[in-house]
């Protein structure tokens, strides 16, 4: 028998079979039960589930309302980080990825911790026992504010300096220099950080139960309970499907297809 | 001269709003009343005498740091292998490898979650030690070999070959060239990893042995069942775990940024 030889291309064997077995293996799994039914335990296709789905009207108020609530908490992110975007990144101090650290920072701290903490905020200015909409946007914003952050602070960091001053030379007034080069040339930054926070906001369920005292149901949500509470495990395996049909699409509709959520989660911290 | 006032304000109000709940939380660890009371004030260090002397939360707490460092270990160790496998390897392999790799970064947590879930219960694993290492290593590992891969890249590849050259075998060129050239990618996986799974809540409520507990689970579960406001001392707890984190991550930044580290 030949000597076994070492060689470097072997090294990705381990991480191809645990690939293989804990994530490839395991998403198959949720298309089989997604599209299979239990009867009298027996296993059989079907659409019931998928079915079952669309002509509900709770799911479906559920899967609106959570759209509602991502689309919200975008916008909100959005309109909160460009600002702060922009002025970190014009900034003339010179240390300015401290500043861009400090506004960052939280996004390393236990997000329940950050949440309940939060919730005992909304609770000491009257908010928590009424406001359960209003709580979740603020706690998504809260918690997804960073990821939106530093993506814009990234791209508009870059963009050229000269671009503005020809821009300016060329007799563009400060508000179309804007409109016409700083916005579209940050536009990476923007898609980036809705895809960040657009999925997020309609699956991390922890914050709104914790926020809206366990009322408000959004899609992640929705999901746990046919795991946990209906033990119906085939229909929140087709409710998953339906849940990466949307993220694709959102994702194809941006573009947004590219690793840069490394980026965002922030490996340039450590 | 407006438009700075402007800037310092706006700065400011968001400041504000992303502190104002790690503030109140490590102002009133000081003060012992079950609920937080604005009016009502009276320093003391009850809560965080209640804290250490809490057998079970000192357990949570050392289960929450001993998963972490041990997914991120593992996660590391696969995860630096693979992105060397992946390097190295043809077109044909690493980009299907790359591919899947993201899987886990992209997808959403709580499918993830539920897909291991699906397998584990098939093999009689579910809710096991196994399946939560292995949901963490699911989370963390894609996200090391995303930092050491850059490195790889930037790598000199001729100082393999010479050292081959120069009598090492593949392993001692491996160990003694390779890994040190991209070490800073390793450390920058593995601390990632380590912020991921203190972190995560989803993944570990899905794995998790049915008596386990992390600090997440537990206190996501203590708002579920309203005993949160029953057990003041878990705000001592926050307000620790606040000003840990934010003095660590500050020491590590403000220390040392160097031009390598830069563009990871």
Not at chain 1, 109 to 120: C, D, G, H, Y
Not at chain 2, 15 to 42: G, T
Not at chain 2, 97 to 115: C, D, F, G, K, R
Not at chain 2, 141 to 152: A, E, Q
Request: glycine share 4%; net charge positive.
């Amino acid at each position: 028998m030949q000597r076994f030889h070492f060689s470097r291309k072997q090294l990705c064997i381990p991480y191809g079979l645990f690939l293989a077995l804990f994530v490839v293996i395991p998403m198959l799994l949720i298309l089989f039960y997604a599209f299979t039914k239990e009867t009298d335990g027996n296993l059989s296709f079907s659409f019931s589930n998928f079915i079952g789905f669309f002509t509900s009207r709770a799911k479906l108020s559920t899967l609106l309302m959570s759209i509602t609530i991502a689309i919200i908490s975008t916008a909100l992110c959005l309109l909160i980080a460009y600002p702060i975007a922009y002025i970190l990144a014009r900034s003339s101090f010179r240390k300015k990825n401290v500043l861009l650290m400090i506004f960052i920072l939280p996004m390393w701290i236990n997000f329940v911790l950050r949440i309940t903490a939060l919730r005992e905020l909304l609770d000491l200015i009257g908010l928590l026992e009424s406001q359960n909409y209003l709580n979740t946007l603020i706690g998504m914003v809260y918690d997804f504010l960073p990821f939106m952050i530093l993506p814009l602070y990234t791209t508009l960091e870059k963009i050229d300096k000269s671009y503005l001053e020809a821009a300016a030379d060329l007799g563009g007034n400060k508000f179309t220099v804007f409109t016409k080069v700083t916005f579209p040339l940050s536009m990476p930054g923007v898609i980036s950080g809705i895809t960040m926070v657009f999925m997020p906001s309609m699956t991390n369920y922890v914050v709104s139960d914790t926020l809206s005292n366990f009322n408000i149901t959004i899609l992640g949500k929705l999901i746990d309970e046919y795991f946990t509470t209906y033990d119906n495990w085939h229909m929140g395996s087709m409710i998953s499907i339906i849940l990466l049909l949307i993220i694709f699409l959102t994702m194809l509709a941006t573009g947004g297809f590219k690793d840069n959520e490394k980026e965002a989660r922030g490996t340039n911290l450590w | 001269m407006v438009k700075k006032i402007l800037s310092v304000a706006i700065c400011a109000i968001v400041l504000l709003f992303v502190y104002a709940p790690i503030l109140l939380l490590v102002v009133y660890s000081f003060d012992s009343s079950k609920i937080i009371n604005i009016h009502e004030f009276s320093f003391s260090f009850e809560l965080y005498k209640q804290l250490f002397r809490d057998q079970k939360i000192m357990q949570i707490l050392f289960n929450t740091v001993w998963l972490a460092f041990a997914a991120a270990g593992l996660s590391t160790i696969l995860g630096t292998a693979g992105a060397i496998g992946i390097f190295y390897s043809r077109k044909r392999v690493a980009k299907p490898l790359n591919a899947v790799s993201q899987i886990p970064v992209i997808n959403a947590e709580i499918v993830t979650a539920i897909s291991l879930a699906l397998l584990f219960s098939m093999v009689a694993l579910y809710r096991t030690y196994f399946s939560l290492i292995v949901g963490h290593m699911v989370l963390c590992t894609p996200f090391v070999v995303l930092s050491v891969l850059p490195k790889l890249k930037q790598m000199d590849s001729n100082t393999y070959e010479a050292a081959l050259d120069l009598g090492a075998s593949p392993a001692q060129a491996l160990f003694k060239v390779v890994i040190p050239q991209i070490f800073s990618g390793i450390l920058a996986g593995f601390m990632l990893s380590v912020t991921l799974s203190l972190d995560d809540y989803i993944i570990t409520a899905f794995t998790k042995p049915k008596t386990f507990d992390t600090i997440s689970t537990y206190v996501y579960n203590a708002v579920k069942n309203g005993t949160n406001s029953s057990t003041p001392a878990l705000r001592a707890l926050s307000a620790l775990i606040f000003v840990v984190m934010i003095v660590i991550l500050l020491v590590i930044n403000l220390r040392a940024r160097k031009p390598a580290n830069k563009g990871a």
